[in-house]
């Protein structure tokens, strides 16, 4: 698809897949609005893609935390804009822990972020694209909203939320040509895991096996206005996935031992 004019918002466009997908996009032409609450990153980042592309770039501090930091944005980015045509859900954190020892405070801003926010920021672009007939969102989630391990109960249930709430999105907006799309990777060499895995220990024993977040970065862009239902990576996780909705009690037994490495 031709990105050349489109504009595509991004939240969590600080680091990581966000400022790689927003590089990329720009990098085909296209209008990209970066947000995240770090707005000093933010701002050199749209320098750089405004140097480097010389396309339009926006930046804007936001935390999909807060409902009303959502509405006003959203509002200065459609004044500022116009239409947007692609909505990339990708802020979102983690915590790895112990079920009966996770702060509840902790897990109310994790569904806060990765969840009500996400669906907070989708509601503001909704109407706009079921009246125009056109648009994509794409929701980052996990292999962890599809594969749930020791440690991650929280974590794992927010990306189940995400992938829930993206499922019944895509049959509501199929008559109105407004696609869906769930990006499912597993570990991604990114800080996330500086406050999701306090320890260290996750990232040592999975370091060979993280995705680069170029990569991903590169999936998601190159599957942006296409109806593509998910991307899931790497494909030899996502096999275990399909696995382990067929044979759950199997899967367990058998992948106990690596499951417990967090």
């Not at 140097?51 to 930091?69: E, M, T």
């Not at 990777?185 to 993280?210: H, L, W």
């Not at 790497?234 to 382990?244: A, D, K, Q, V």
Request: one cysteine or more.
């Amino acid at each position: 698809m031709n990105l050349k004019g489109k504009c595509i918002v991004i939240t969590g466009a600080s680091g990581g897949i966000g400022k790689e997908i927003a590089e990329k996009a720009a990098d085909k032409g296209a209008c990209v609005v970066l947000l995240a609450r770090s707005i000093d990153k933010l701002e050199t980042i749209k320098l750089e893609l405004n140097s480097k592309y010389g396309n339009s770039a926006f930046a804007y501090q936001l935390d999909v935390a807060d409902p009303g930091q959502i509405q006003s944005v959203f509002s200065e980015i459609f004044a500022a804009v116009g239409e947007i045509d692609i909505l990339v859900n990708n802020a979102g954190f983690g915590l790895f822990s112990h079920a009966h020892e996770a702060d509840l405070q902790v897990t109310k801003a994790m569904f806060d972020v990765n969840v009500i926010g996400l669906i907070g920021c989708t509601q503001m672009v909704l109407p706009s694209m079921i009246k125009r007939k056109s648009g994509h969102i794409i929701n980052v989630a996990s292999q962890a909203g599809k594969i749930a391990t020791p440690k991650s109960s929280v974590y794992s249930a927010t990306k189940f939320a995400v992938l829930g709430y993206s499922n019944s999105l895509r049959l509501e907006l199929s008559e109105h040509n407004v696609y869906v799309t769930t990006v499912n990777p597993g570990p991604i060499e990114t800080n996330f895991f500086n406050i999701a895995d306090e320890q260290g220990t996750y990232v040592k024993s999975m370091k060979r096996f993280m995705l680069k977040p170029d990569f991903v970065a590169g999936k998601v862009v190159d599957a942006m206005m296409t109806n593509k239902r998910e991307i899931n990576l790497p494909g030899w996780m996502n096999l275990g996935g399909i696995f382990y909705t067929l044979f759950p009690r199997t899967f367990e037994a058998l992948g106990q031992k690596a499951f417990f490495k967090k």
